[in-house]
């Protein structure tokens, strides 16, 4: 199997953290203090406290500092937007990451709002979405930004190639096509209204699969020679009938005979994900 | 020529007008003042007067106050900014339009970012495009709003439509996407460094053309039955030589012939765009 080259997502996001490492250090030999990141973990969602501890460990090695703020589940919402306030206020906080999901009586739309866009690593303010979508500067969500650079990284320049997104949601879906808008490619959002989605899919240079089902994107649904991005993560059960893998949301294996390029589920996207949380955090603290 | 039905934007716009009159005065049945609209022009550029002047008009006949503040191209930036922040704290002030181009000596952007999201009508600042991006409420830019309530009449629900917008301006392209894509559309966004355009519109269900470009969108590029939506005004020389007429983006005659349904230029999208702005300063004045 696998024509396809496989894009080392884990390679791209060693380099990207080492230079980001780099910055770091060079900025207090020039007098700063090391860059801060504060991160909210709410409740005991296990996947929740794996990737705080990967954001963290990852802060760490990159030498930024991460404060921990755990909060029972049955932290109230005033209660943690109290909390957000005091961390837009602390001038030794640059950047604020709310992991999500909240807990349910928490009105996550509520609490993103009321982090200080300039302190918003994550990209998910409003104000953010909006400079992003009218193409102005400011903090761009860390999967679709990751998802870029890999593009960038394997493509070079993918201006007038066409593309499809597949998934509208607010964190992956919709600020990827208005960066792949930005890089002048031609851009299609696809979801679960689309009709003949393999159709559409088949037209593509560039293939964005961001919908959560495993593996729902086939090998037949491909331009030969595209580029796949695999943004899904889905745990399923093994073939053997005992434990679980990860799988995304393209077949993998029939993807990679069909297409030119391709992320693995995992060591793609998910290392570029963090990796672009750090770039954030290190450019909240340049702009402070 | 003309199998093409063909959508009268001005009986749409006079029909919403009219709602909104009625809504106007509703409101102040119950209590509420007029609506305001401030309306500022800095300049004597002849187009953005005579879009002032209808815009005043069509206010006044929908029961809007309207507010004009003219000033002189030699304005500064701080002059305006003080002026759009007086804007800002009138409480007699609901909604704020700065007619644009603004004379080269004052940054558009900034201007724009200044006005009170909330009094932003013509849904131009970043906050707005941020809702509009990520499924919030806010103000919507009108011109993509008056073309998405000429689809909505012409079609019932767009779900599942294969829709491509031309062009990727903040003020029409981008927002008519997020638009689209709200409404449940396929929708690719194409622009100058899109590849082989005839073929990208010819799998489109709706055509949204908004480029600038006199009748650059032919006959031959569309799907027979399509429905297409022309935002161009452009000022070309008539044939016989003497005097200029306006046309759009799309060759009209041509397109007529094939799509089922199609917007005329003048009287298709201009005059949806002045209703869709007293709809939100309605709407402006509701909230406040």
New interface residues.
Partial sequence: MSLGQIIDGKAHALRLRADIAQAVIAAQAAGARAPALAVVLVGEDPASQVYVRNKIAACHEAGIISIEHRRDATLSQAELLALVAELNRDRQVDGILVQLPLPPHIDS?AVISAIAPDKDVDGF????????????DGFVPCTPLGCLRLLEATLGDI??A?AIVIG?S?IVG??M??LL?GA?A??????S???DLPE?TRRADIVVAAVGRPEMVRGHWLKPGCTVIDVGINRVAKESGTGTRLVGDVAFAEAADVAAHITPVPGGVGPMTIACLLENTLKAASRA
């Fill in positions: 739309a303010h409003p104000v953010n979405a909006g400079r992003l979508a009218t193409g102005l201006s007038g066409e509208r607010n919709r600020p096509a208005s808008i002048s031609t851009v299609t959002v696809a979801h209204r689309s009709r559409l």
